[in-house]
């Protein structure tokens, strides 16, 4: 049961963290917005491992170079784009097309690493995207920020966003099967990865100080530290401790019911939750449900 608690209470804390980014949108780039989400959490899991008296022994060159890669993929590109699709298509939606990742990540790891999918779970992809695509595709009553067309920009950035999660978590997985690596530390060395790309971007750029400006303001860096914790730092904690106590199928099952929580939360922000938003989102749980178990 600590395992299953944990895994809703993972979802329910990234549905919130994606409100929080879309708020903080309004005032950072994607990728300044990463880098200081990022930042904060690196702190944190640095600092929960030096309490902890975990040292980071027995990593093998290739498994650190496997972890570094997979920050780059889905914490450097895939987190940066998710927070652009954030701004085009509302946390709401957003979120939405991130149950597409489970679904990219199995067909990554089949022509990859050589694993077998079962009926069920080819059609738990059907769903997925068929329930994504009924959403995505709806026209909503005009907004102050999205328009009521959905922005296909914004469905490409979503997209990425989810193959960024994919590729990320399949690499990630290369790199842990078989080895004892601490699941603490395999985060921090990814979100050091991340961090590493978008520093170096927004570095190349001439961008750096000028992205992080508006952290100058006390309330918008208070907002990014409160989704960092929440979302990142709290969200990976939680996620370790379901995949420890509850099987894999079940707690990645639960940690995908970001879209469901954001509903109501979505509603009390002034955003429309309609019958089929609600139903499309079902869809692709089921969806989801079937792909992992399967």
Do not use: C
């Given at each position: ?115 077998v999918l079962s009926w ?28 009521p067309r959905p922005s ?34 395999s985060s921090l060395l ?105």
């Amino acid at each position: 049961m600590v395992g299953e608690v944990a895994a809703l209470a993972a979802a329910f804390l990234w549905a919130l963290a994606s409100l929080l980014f879309g708020q903080l949108g309004r005032s950072l780039l994607p990728l300044g917005l990463n880098l200081a989400k990022g930042a904060i959490a690196l702190l944190l899991l640095a600092l929960t491992l030096l309490i902890l008296g975990r040292a980071l022994a027995g990593i093998e060159a290739w498994t650190l170079v496997l972890l570094l890669v997979s920050g780059v993929v889905g914490i450097g590109l895939g987190d940066t784009v998710y927070f652009a699709a954030i701004n085009h298509l509302g946390a709401r939606r957003a979120l939405l097309m991130e149950t597409l990742a489970p679904a990219l990540a199995a067909l990554l790891a089949g022509l990859g690493l050589g694993e077998v999918l079962s009926w069920s779970a080819y059609l738990g992809m059907v769903l997925t995207l068929v329930g994504v695509g009924w959403v995505i595709s709806q026209r909503l009553p005009p907004t102050a920020d999205l328009s009521p067309r959905p922005s296909y920009r914004g469905v490409l950035y979503g997209a990425l966003a989810a193959l960024g999660q994919a590729s990320g978590a399949v690499l990630s997985r290369a790199a842990l099967a078989d080895t004892g690596v601490d699941p603490l530390w395999s985060s921090l060395l990814r979100l050091a990865g991340g961090l590493l790309l978008i520093t170096t971007l927004l570095m190349a750029q001439g961008q750096l100080r000028h992205q992080l400006k508006p952290l100058g303001s006390t309330r918008i860096l208070a907002l990014v530290a409160v989704a960092a914790v929440l979302g990142t730092y709290l969200g990976i904690y939680l996620q370790q401790i379901a995949l420890k106590y509850s099987p894999t199928g079940i707690a990645q099952a639960l940690t995908a019911t970001s879209p469901l929580f954001i509903l109501p939360m979505a509603g009390l922000v002034g955003d429309r939750v309609t019958g089929r938003a609600v139903g499309g989102a079902v869809l692709a749980l089921v969806g989801v449900v079937l792909l992992v178990n399967g």
